[in-house]
């Protein structure tokens, strides 16, 4: 598993909420808009607008503000137009690392990024220098005690391609982006309960890094993922699972 991934089963361990809620909330609802604006208002037609109302409820999400969202973003209700926007660069060590953002002013989002990479040890690239290290799977995390075999056998037959044990404890079961549906309702028919559920991106290779550059490369995603305009922010880094937590510390 990528050091990224890594880092998100730290993250989601040890930070509270609460304390972002604000923050999330706009993310989340931003998310909505885009998703509405761009396959409709149907969840039931539009499964990337059903996938940010299923993480928005997760979230606590009052459900005004949700029907509030979705009417903007599908125009039946005025409000600011956000569109999706993709930057592309490289953290310390030559890391790799591809930002996900939705903004209503594309020169602001690419300022403020480009000052990110300059000010913690990366630089911005041209579109399209990273992107080709990753692949679009959907991914599902499982923490604590889980019946492997029986994991593996609901999930491939269920049209996944590879479940593998991590050496942090979790389990991880990856699927191609069009079986992410039927993998997700199989998994939930047998029982398994997953503490994360995602079609996401996957580096092809890792690059490890130690040190200086670890220290340097969690800084510059914690940096990113703190932006408003930034959803999503992937990487290719691999650093140990102790060093993570100790700089998680």
């Known amino acids: 598993m990528a050091g990224h991934s890594k880092w998100a089963n730290i993250r989601r361990k040890k930070e509270k909420e609460d304390k972002k809620r604000g923050k999330l909330f706009t993310k989340l609802l931003r998310a909505i808009q885009a998703a509405a604006r761009l396959g409709g208002p149907d969840p039931d037609a539009n499964p990337r607008l059903r996938k940010a109302i299923e993480e928005a409820k997760a979230a606590n999400m009052p459900k005004e503000n949700i029907e509030r969202a979705i009417k903007k973003g599908s125009g039946t209700e005025e409000g600011v137009i956000y569109e999706e926007c993709f930057y592309e660069g490289y953290g310390p060590g030559g890391a790799a690392v591809l930002v996900e953002s939705i903004t209503d002013n594309r020169k602001r989002t690419a300022s403020e990024i480009r000052h990110v990479f300059s000010k913690n040890g990366g630089s911005l690239g041209e579109a399209g220098c990273v992107a080709w290290l990753f692949e679009r799977k959907g991914l599902f995390v499982f923490e604590g005690s889980v019946d492997f075999e029986r994991l593996f056998d609901v999930a491939v037959e269920a049209g996944a ?41 996957v580096p092809k290779n890792v690059v490890k890094l130690q040190g200086k550059d670890a220290e340097q490369m969690i800084r510059l995603l914690e940096a990113l993922e703190d932006l408003d305009d930034v959803q999503k922010v992937y990487s290719n880094f691999d650093i140990s699972t102790e060093e993570l937590e100790r700089l998680a510390g």
């Open 161 to 201: 391609e590879d479940v593998r044990e991590s050496d942090d404890g979790t389990v991880e079961v990856q699927t191609p982006p069009e079986n992410f549906e039927a993998v997700k309702h199989a998994l939930s028919a047998a029982g398994f309960q997953f503490v994360s559920a995602e079609v996401t991106r």
